[in-house]
């Protein structure tokens, strides 16, 4: 008898522990890096399938001139506000899938700003135009092990260049891309 009540308990405690609900982690900080920067984020929890994504880092340009035969590279700061829909979490949980680390597909709105507060460059005289762009992205995060992770996206948004006093801009907004792939650290 006693042997039925203890299997019947720990049944119980199972499909009480099972329930809980699936969501992203209250808050994720880290470090990534891609092809072109690097960047340290936040996400911050709002509900059980979206969170917050904030970031700082550097983006990086490649840029040639025909003109004096110059090339070089260019790392501007950038600060990034993402909100994030985590949307196919129950079902990578139902797969018996990895959730942590918030690993799982996710729509976002990544709206970005480049400041011109000082640029990094191999050349000198650089001048550097200030934007924002919001882009709606579609992405995958992986995680490799406890610490590491992968993440990629792609996203057709809007970009907006502020006009400088010494600049004449022919369209001051245009189209732009988000095309990333990145491997970071989670703390």
């Known amino acids: 008898m006693n042997k039925i009540l203890v299997t019947l308990t720990i049944c119980l405690f199972t499909l009480i522990v099972k329930s809980q609900n699936t969501s ?10 891609g092809f072109l920067g690097i960047w340290v984020h936040n996400e911050s929890k709002l509900s059980n399938q ?23 590279f260019i790392l501007v700061p950038t600060i990034t506000l993402e909100p994030r829909w985590y949307y196919n979490l129950k079902k990578r949980e139902n797969k018996s899938k990895r959730i942590d680390g918030n690993s799982g597909n996710f729509i976002a709105l990544k709206t ?76």
């Open 24 to 33: 992203v982690e209250k808050s994720i900080f880290g470090v990534q890096t």
């Open 50 to 72: 979206f969170a917050l994504r904030s970031e700082v880092g550097f983006d990086t340009g490649v840029f040639e001139n025909n003109i004096y035969d110059k090339a070089g």
């Open 112 to 187: 970005t700003y480049h400041p011109d507060w000082f640029i990094i460059s191999n050349e000198d005289n650089i001048n550097f135009i200030s934007d924002i762009s919001i882009i709606p992205t579609w992405g995958i995060r992986r995680n490799i092990g406890n610490h590491l992770n992968f993440e990629t996206g792609f996203g057709i948004g809007y970009v907006h260049y502020f006009e400088e006093h010494n600049f004449i801009l022919i369209d001051d907004s245009d189209v732009t891309i988000n095309l990333h792939l990145r491997i970071g650290y989670r703390f």
